[in-house]
C-alpha cells in the first residue's frame, strides 16, 4: 500500500517559484503514475499536471503549461512539481494521487488515483 506525503507549500509573492515534493513509501513508486491536482475551497478539485511511469513524459493542464514542470526521482521514491512564474490563482492545496493501473487516457481524472497524499498550501500573494 504506497501512502504519500506533500511538502514544499508555502507563501510567495506573485512571479515567484516554489517546489512541491512527494514522496511515496511502501511500494516502488517508479511503477506508479502520478498526478498533481489542487482545490480551492468551494472548487472541484483541479487537475494540474501528471508524469507517466518510470522516466515519464509529462502532461500538463493549459493553464501551467510552460511555468510548470513535473518530475521524478525514482531512486528517492518521489515526484516533484517545479513551479515558476507563480500567479495569486494558482492559489490552492495541492495534492498528489499515485495509481498504478490508470490509464493514459484518465491520467487527468481524480477517480483513476486510489492513492493521494495530505495536500500542501500554496498560497501567493504579495
Excluded at 489542487?38 to 515519464?56: F, H, L, M, W
Excluded at 525514482?74 to 490552492?92: F, G, H, I
Aim: include cysteine; aromatic fraction near 10%; proline fraction near 3%.
Amino acid at each position: 500500500q504506497v501512502q504519500l506525503v506533500e511538502s514544499g507549500g508555502g507563501l510567495v509573492q506573485p512571479g515567484g517559484s516554489l517546489r512541491l515534493s512527494c514522496t511515496a513509501s511502501g511500494a516502488t513508486f517508479s511503477r506508479y503514475r502520478v498526478a498533481w491536482f489542487r482545490q480551492v475551497p468551494g472548487k472541484d478539485r483541479e487537475y494540474v499536471a501528471a508524469i507517466n511511469r518510470g522516466t515519464g513524459p509529462s502532461y500538463y493542464t493549459d493553464s501551467v503549461k510552460g511555468r510548470f514542470t513535473v518530475s521524478r526521482d525514482n531512486a528517492k521514491n518521489a515526484v516533484y512539481l517545479q513551479m515558476n512564474s507563480l500567479k495569486p490563482e494558482d492559489t490552492a492545496v495541492y495534492y498528489c494521487a499515485a495509481s498504478a493501473t490508470v490509464i493514459m487516457s484518465q491520467m487527468g481524472s481524480q477517480s483513476g488515483y486510489g492513492h493521494w497524499g495530505q495536500g500542501t498550501q500554496v498560497t501567493v500573494s504579495s
